[in-house]
């Protein structure tokens, strides 16, 4: 079946550096979502990208889709306590009828 | 708009028992899926209910079924509880396609086997 992974699984970094996750897809997807999950909460869409080299930003998130849509990352520039979560990638499923969800990268941002 | 709801919120049960979840989506959506959430294995697939029809189903035994009522509310049933069934279970709707649409989670049912 169709697996999605994520790298890295966890990541310490001091308030202000940088961060990037990244998501690599068994099979060609039709699109990738981000979604993230604050401790003790549920997780919460962030963006879907559909098309092949898709780049897409919001404040100081970016969102990348690979040219062979089997890979995406997401990056944040000069992290924030408030960034602090897991970040799930997620991707139709085998049977296209599903989403696959990554294994998430936990954040954690030190003051 | 009044987001995904799930109760209860927290369930304590031993094993052999049975529970039962409910979630009611955003009002409009048809599409409700279940996912259960442990550390060790992740956001799994349980299944998805659009318009009161199973259309897709993970990988998880026959103890796990829910259903779908005509106002778009979900259960999720699972009987004879295991150790490992302890997790948080999330259902999500959306309007129409699940491998498509953006999924709106509710707050989750964290359940407890002792």
């Known amino acids: 079946g169709q697996q999605v992974m994520q790298i890295p699984q966890y990541q310490h970094v001091q308030e202000g550096e940088d961060f990037t996750t990244y998501c690599n897809s068994s099979t060609t997807l039709s699109n990738i979502q981000w979604y993230k999950q604050r401790p003790g909460g549920h997780p919460v869409f962030l963006i879907q990208?559909?098309?092949?080299?898709e780049v897409k930003k919001q404040k100081r998130l970016t969102f990348q889709f690979g040219e062979a849509k089997k890979n995406s990352s997401l990056h944040i520039t000069a992290t924030q306590t408030t960034d602090v979560g897991t970040y799930f990638c997620?991707?139709?499923?085998?049977?296209?009828?599903?989403?696959?969800f990554g294994s998430g990268t936990q954040l954690t941002v030190l003051p | 708009k009044a987001g995904v709801t799930q109760t209860p919120r927290y369930l304590i049960k031993t094993r052999g028992q049975q529970v039962t979840l409910s979630c009611s989506p955003i009002?409009?959506?048809?599409?409700v899926s279940w996912y259960q959430q442990t550390p060790g294995q992740g956001l799994q697939f349980l299944f998805e209910?659009?318009?009161?029809?199973?259309?897709n189903k993970g990988n998880f035994p026959g103890r796990f079924s829910g259903r779908q009522f005509s106002n778009s509310r979900s259960e999720m049933n699972v009987s004879t509880l295991e150790l490992g069934d302890s997790a948080l279970y999330l259902c999500a709707s959306s309007f129409g396609r699940i491998n498509t649409d953006t999924q709106y989670f509710g707050p989750g049912t964290r359940l407890t086997v002792l």
């Open positions: 990208l559909v098309k092949s080299g």
């Open positions: 009002s409009g959506h048809r599409s």
């Open positions: 209910y659009f318009s009161e029809t199973q259309r």
């Open positions: 997620a991707g139709p499923g085998g049977s296209a009828r599903q989403l696959t």
